[in-house]
């Protein structure tokens, strides 16, 4: 296939600063040839932040990091009008959303209201202020990071806005042979400074609309449906997965056909993308479990267990 060469270009570069995380890299290259958007989770100090950079530094377009707290502003993030006064005029300063990779490091530590400036701009590409519209860079793609294991001085992020990522995934250690190599590389001096660009900001938006072209059979879609119409069903969930998340299914599942070389889809591309795509928009009735997350991933897989597997 034309682009096998450029994504291997891409990950081959990622992967000099980005030491054993080949599967994650690939989720989130999923997420960006997909034209989506993903949220990593886990805990302080595993490269969350190191993945984001290293895909921003590989692409030669804008790179902008937030660093969300509670006095985080909406228009901090999508900008405002300001009044010149020589000019007597209002003129729009743009915020830190106006860039084609945007890291939102630490989302769930800003307010519900400053979380929701996110929402347009993640799901239209535009952000309105002021009754004026203005559009985004293209490609623009946003890598949300949290703990989800702290909880004091946070703010749990709404379904609504859970909805426009289209993967939540856990980063985890490396392994010891990966991790010895950690240490090496940053005694003499941090990888992730000496990246360069390997992929135009052009070349991303051709990838994209090549994935667009990637066929999925029917019987795929109805394998899609099929598990999405278990979760509406399903006895422990108050909220299944809605025909928003039946396309990020369907959306992720052409962009890593095409991660693998193929202009098709196949049935285990949707058994490996369900629980990054679907488990983070489904809801327990049971609130208060210890590890929801936890909880909601092994309900998917469980459902995957149950649901026929197509022959294509």
Do not use: W
């Not at 630490?106 to 929701?116: A, K």
């Not at 609309?209 to 019987?219: E, I, P, Q, T």
């Not at 039946?246 to 693998?260: G, N």
């Amino acid at each position: 296939m034309a682009y096998t060469e450029l994504i291997n270009k891409l990950e081959i570069n990622i992967s000099q600063a980005v030491f054993g995380k080949q599967p994650l890299v690939r989720r989130c290259l999923a997420a960006l040839f997909a034209a989506e958007h993903v949220l990593l989770e886990d805990v302080p100090g595993v490269g969350k932040t190191l993945i984001a950079q290293a895909i921003a530094k590989s692409i030669a377009g804008d790179f902008r990091r937030i660093q969300f707290t509670p006095d985080l502003l909406p228009a901090d993030i999508t900008g405002s009008s300001i009044y010149d006064t020589a000019s007597r005029t209002f003129h729009f300063v743009r915020g830190a959303i106006f860039a084609n990779i945007v890291l939102a490091d630490e989302i769930n530590r800003t307010t519900p209201r400053t979380q929701s400036a996110m929402l347009e701009a993640m799901n239209e590409r535009q952000v309105s202020v002021d009754g004026t519209t203005y559009p985004l860079p293209n490609p623009f793609m946003v890598i949300a990071t949290e703990n989800p294991m702290e909880f004091e001085g946070t703010y749990p992020l709404p379904e609504s806005q859970l909805d426009r990522f289209l993967l939540r995934v856990s980063v985890g250690y490396p392994d010891r042979y990966h991790e010895i190599n950690v240490l090496k590389t940053h005694q003499a001096s941090r990888p992730i400074d000496s990246l360069q660009p390997v992929l135009s900001s052009e070349q991303i938006i051709e990838i994209q609309k090549a994935v667009s072209a990637v066929r999925v059979d029917d019987s795929i879609n109805q394998y899609i449906l099929d598990i999405v119409d278990v979760t509406r069903k399903h006895e422990d969930l108050l909220i299944g997965v809605s025909t928003r998340g039946a396309i990020a299914l369907s959306r992720a599942v052409q962009s890593q056909a095409l991660l693998e070389g193929r202009t098709f889809a196949v049935p285990d591309d949707v058994k490996s993308l369900a629980v990054p795509v679907l488990a983070h928009r489904i809801v327990p009735k049971s609130m208060l479990h210890s590890n929801q997350r936890q909880m909601e991933e092994s309900i998917i897989e469980r459902i995957l267990e149950t649901v026929p597997v197509p022959v294509v």
